[in-house]
């Protein structure tokens, strides 16, 4: 059974700094999903990655995917307090099913 | 992006009573799903809503308690039978499109007492 973990579970960081959210999965997957959650919100889709090597950026978040380590990561340089948040990375099982991170809670100070 | 709307958004509702929940994607939604959030966890997915025929259920989850619906591309419900305390969670309705991005609905949060 496909099993996927994030680390760190909580991160709190000072405006500015650069930080990297770690995505391991278990088993073989061919698509890779990142998500932001904010308190009360629904879930805002942030990266979609497909293949091995893939990386995707958008404004402070970078996303990369390597498929032969079963890791994703997601960096954010120069943070900003905007990118406070709750993100969650989930791996695909088959063609239908998306299996969760537990989700790594993000506190950005000023 | 695709579109996703649920309703309601929240509900507060005595154990043993049951509620549905209705989910309209847009047009460029080629598969559905319905997924529970319980306070503070992450995300599992319930089933996958089938157009016309029967829900595929995932482990842990059965259609005598959460029989869901697939009329047509882009509408389903679920319901949430027998409620008890247990059953309060955050329920999402969520779309893929054919670009393989997955998109979700705002959520229906549920307070059973």
């Known amino acids: 059974e496909l099993k996927v973990e994030q680390n760190p579970l909580f991160l709190s960081m000072q405006e500015g700094k650069n930080y990297t959210i770690y995505c391991n999965y278990s088993?073989?997957?061919?698509?890779l999903y990142w998500y932001r959650q904010d308190p009360g919100k629904s879930l805002e889709s942030l990266f979609v990655?497909?293949?091995?090597?893939a990386v995707k950026q958008e404004g402070r978040l970078m996303a990369s995917l390597d498929t032969k380590a079963r890791l994703s990561t997601l960096h954010i340089t120069a943070a900003v307090h905007d990118l406070s948040a709750t993100y969650f990375c989930?791996?695909?099982?088959?063609?239908?099913?998306?299996?969760f991170g537990q989700g790594t809670r993000l506190t950005i100070n000023p | 992006s695709a579109v996703i709307s649920q309703k309601p958004s929240r509900d507060i509702c005595q154990r043993g009573t049951s509620l549905t929940i209705q989910c309209q994607v847009d047009?460029?939604?080629?598969?559905m799903f319905w997924y529970r959030q319980q306070p503070g966890q992450s995300l599992t997915l319930i089933a996958t809503?089938?157009?016309?025929?029967?829900?595929?259920?995932e482990s842990g989850f059965v259609i005598d308690k959460f029989p869901i619906s697939r009329p047509n591309l882009t509408f389903s419900t679920l319901t949430v039978s027998n409620m008890s305390p247990e059953d309060s969670s955050i329920y999402l309705c969520?779309?893929?499109?054919?670009?393989?991005?997955?998109?979700f609905g705002p959520g229906t949060r549920l307070l059973v007492l």
């Open positions: 989930a791996v695909a099982q088959g063609a239908q099913k998306l299996v």
């Open positions: 088993t073989t997957s061919d698509r």
């Open positions: 990655l497909l293949s091995n090597g």
């Open positions: 047009s460029q939604v080629t598969m």
């Open positions: 809503a089938n157009q016309g025929s029967e829900a595929t259920y």
């Open positions: 969520s779309g893929r499109t054919g670009e393989e991005t997955q998109y």
